[in-house]
Each structure stands twice: as C-alpha cells, then as structure tokens.
C-alpha cells in the first residue's frame, strides 16, 4: 500500500490535513468485488489504518453488514463510525448517482441490488455522509492520483480480476463516467459475433473471455485442477501456454482498447496492477493491438503500463474521489 511519502509526489493537497490530538482524518473505504468486501479506514495520503477483508453475497451487498463491519475496523484504528469524514463505496458494477445502474430494460440481468441508489441508505446506517462509485473508476482515480497515472495528462486504466473486466477513464483532470455511469464498461464491448447471450441483453461480450471461460480454455490441457490465480503463478513461471492466453486476453481487450486511443488520445493506459509479473503478457497484447490498430498518432503518444497499486487501486481511488469531493478541512471530530 502506498503511504502519505508517495502521495506527497501525486496530484491534489497530500498535505496539510485538519488533524485532531494528533489523529489524521479517517476516510472510510468499502470495496467490493465479487464475493469479498474490503473493509479500510485510510488517512487521505492513502496510508492504511486498519482493513479486514470479509466474504460476502456476490449478488448482494447488504447495507446494515456493511456498516456493521465498518464500524468494527473504525474501532481497531481507534475511531467511532461517526469520527469518519465519509464512507466511500466501491460497486462492481454500472452506477449512477441518484439513480443506481444505468436504465434498465427487459431481459437486462445485472445488479438487481442497484435498482435503487443505495447511497442513503448507507448514509443512514452509518451516520456518515457516504459516496458510491463503480470499482474500476476507483481503481482509474487511485492511479492517477497515487500511481502509475500521477503526473500524466489522461488515462485509461483496466480493471481485470478474476471474474470481472472494467475500465475507468480519467479525461480532462477527472473521471469521465458517461450520462448514465456506463462508460468505461468494455466487459460489455461485443467481441464474438456468435458469442453467447450476456447478462447485459447483447451477444459475445468480452466478459465471457474471462472467469469461467478462461479457466475452461486452459483446463483441458492440465491434470490439477486450475484456479485463476494458479494461472497467473504459471504464466509469470514461464508456462508457455498460459502466457499465450493471457497474451490472447490482452489482445483482446486491446482491440477495442485501440479505437479507444483514437478517439480519446490519452496519455497512459493502466493495467491492473492486481495480475502481478504476469500482466507482462496482458500488457504484451494490448500494446501489439494499439500499435497494429490505432491511429499512429494516437498509438505513437501512449504507453501502457502496469498499475503501480497492486490490489490497492480502488481503496487509493475511494481516498482521492472522498478529497475531491469533501472539504476534510472541515472536518473536524
Ligand atoms: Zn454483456
């Protein structure tokens, strides 16, 4: 994790925080991904006070756990729930402010739990005001503010995790989240025209390249039993098929990634920091497809290269988006 030393080179006012009796400010963090929720509470240098990471429904987040567990490692860094400047929280999915996810439609299958904007509902059982973003434009924001994005111009970062694929885009010095939420979501990008259906009512999506279907285009080649993570252990060991595939992932992602830089000219792409050494093979086919496809002035401008984050990016981006947001100057308990 990154601490305030780091910070102090990025973006923003890393210093000079409102602290009482010698206690910074406390920003409360929850991530969610999949089945687990990161529970943090971070200065806003982005250092790390306490965490705790919890299982939880993947189709569900129930508001009253959430800030149960809250309020729980609050405690172990020595703050009341109500001590905290916010609560910020990070959604696996599409999400508009005031509305929930984007406008649904019949057949439109995901995040049933997001019809509604669960955002009150988590300020009220927790006391505190509270923020929710998409977990990709977390991860796109604690780059740009902390790593491998601070000082640059634009940035696309890509979110890829074992069972979900995102992007964020940072444009203009801030998160370009489109008029519903829905940008940056290019799990949902068609990339197989005879692909099957998808939760999101289209065909082929490239969401269907990862999780289960990566693991299935592996499996039969090996006797153990493979898990995502294994895959990433033999890929950066040197196995030459995972490396292809995760190689053939990257360039999969990198198609489209492409026409993204002809379009948008942005500085940096940021790849998940979270697939360690063996994002060099990702990275390796998203590179090739810019360079083969973009437009060469916009190919010739950026770089692609690994998140600087690790798993840390969306807990960093919380922290940057509650100082963008909140006056913590003001903030005192
Ligand atoms: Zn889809």
């Known amino acids: 994790m990154h601490t305030d030393a780091v910070a102090a080179g990025g973006r923003g006012r890393p210093a000079g925080f409102l602290t009482l009796a010698g206690r910074p400010t406390g920003i409360g963090v929850l991530g969610w991904s999949f089945d687990a929720l990161k529970v943090v509470i971070a200065t806003p240098g982005g250092r790390v006070l306490a965490e ?5 429904d993947k189709n ?9 567990l809250l309020g729980t490692v609050a405690g172990q860094a020595g703050y009341h729930t109500t001590d905290l400047a916010c609560v910020v929280l990070g959604v696996p999915a599409p999400y508009q402010r005031g509305v929930g996810a984007p406008a649904r439609r019949d057949g439109f299958g995901f995040a049933p739990w997001l019809q509604t904007d669960p955002a009150a509902a988590l300020a009220a059982a927790t006391g505190i005001r509270a923020l929710l973003e998409n977990d990709a434009n977390l991860g796109a924001l604690g780059e ?10 634009s940035l696309i970062y890509v979110k890829l995790a074992e069972h979900s694929v995102g992007a964020g885009l940072v444009i203009n010095g801030w998160l370009h989240r489109g ?40 499996q039969h080649a090996y006797d153990q039993p493979l898990t995502y993570p294994r895959m990433l252990a033999m890929a950066a060991d040197g196995d030459t098929g995972m490396a292809r595939l995760l190689h053939d992932l990257g360039r999969s992602v990198g198609r489209p990634l492409a026409d993204a830089c002809t379009m948008l000219n942005p500085e940096v792409i ?7 050494t063996a994002g060099r093979h990702i990275i390796a086919g998203i590179a090739e497809m ?9 190919a010739a401008a950026v770089t692609v290269v690994p998140g600087e984050a690790q798993t840390d ?4 981006g919380a922290v940057a988006l509650a100082r ?4 913590l100057s003001e903030i005192v308990r």
């Open 313 to 316: 990016a969306d807990i960093l």
């Open 179 to 218: 008029v519903t939420g829905f940008a940056g979501e290019i799990a949902h990008l068609q990339i197989d025209d005879d692909g099957p259906l998808c939760a999101c009512g289209g065909r082929g999506c490239l969401i269907h390249r990862i999780g289960p279907g990566l693991l299935d285009a592996a």
């Open 60 to 68: 569900e987040l129930r508001i009253d756990t959430a800030a149960e």
């Open 270 to 276: 940021v790849v998940d920091g979270a697939a360690g």
């Open 52 to 56: 705790h990471a919890h299982v939880v």
């Open 290 to 298: 810019i360079d083969r496809f973009a437009a060469p002035p916009a």
């Open 144 to 153: 740009y503010v902390f790593g491998a994005g601070r000082d640059r111009h």
């Open 324 to 327: 963008h947001e909140i006056d």
